[in-house]
């Protein structure tokens, strides 16, 4: 199927604060992952409207980098929604599967760019990896950051990583997120909360 995903100043127009999606916006990101996996260019433009401010609040969550770095990472993840999205049973696959793109794209991303970086280094003063080293700290350290976050998530047992996903992947409220999992919001808060301090103890010793 060839679809045309909308160019970085169409995005532009787009809100770029909402996360959560609109009122029957599960149920219809279910849906549409069939039909989008039947190649139905209609059903992609859908699912890209209602999944853009998600995807790109995660980008932006994810590497903390400006506008122009999350919009070319969300294009990307929809040029692989669209080769690769299956049928979904539920919203909490979807949001699982959409996490992963998200993640591994803006990873790669930060690949290519630590890459381009050591070349632009390595041409300008011929010193090698010495100058590269120098030129492209922030871009290794946030590719680090986020290996260390997916090994982090990965690891949870099943019920803690859909607490991370579903409060910080779809900004879902506490007692939307305790619903998920059959707890309370204000256990969900207290287990989400536990999990962070823990991950904040570990960071202080993994990244010095």
Not at 62 to 90: G, H, T, W, Y
Not at 186 to 207: D, M, Q, S
Request: proline share 3%; charged share 30%.
């Amino acid at each position: 199927m060839t679809v045309a995903v909308p160019s970085q100043q169409e995005q532009r127009r787009a809100p770029l604060l909402a996360v959560s999606n609109p009122v029957g916006g599960e149920l219809e990101s279910v849906q549409l992952t069939a039909a989008i996996a039947r190649g139905d260019e209609g059903a992609f433009a859908e699912f890209y409207e209602l999944w853009f401010d998600r995807a790109f609040a995660m980008v932006r969550s994810l590497s903390r980098r400006d506008e122009s770095f999350c919009l070319d990472v969300v294009q990307d993840c929809m040029m692989k929604v669209v080769k690769s999205i299956r049928p979904m049973a539920n919203e909490k696959a979807v949001t699982a599967w959409m996490g992963k793109v998200v993640m591994n794209t803006a990873v790669d991303h930060l690949r290519k760019e630590k890459r381009r970086r050591q070349r632009e280094a390595e041409a300008q003063d011929g010193e090698g990896d010495s100058s590269g080293r120098e030129t492209v700290p922030q871009a290794l350290e946030d590719q680090e950051r986020l290996l260390w976050m997916q090994k982090m998530i990965a690891a949870l047992p099943e019920s803690d990583r859909e607490l991370i996903l579903q409060r910080f992947g779809s900004g879902k409220t506490l007692a939307a997120v305790g619903e998920e999992v059959g707890i309370s919001g204000n256990a969900a808060h207290g287990r989400i909360r536990r999990i962070l301090a823990r991950w904040r103890e570990t960071a202080k010793e993994y990244f010095s």
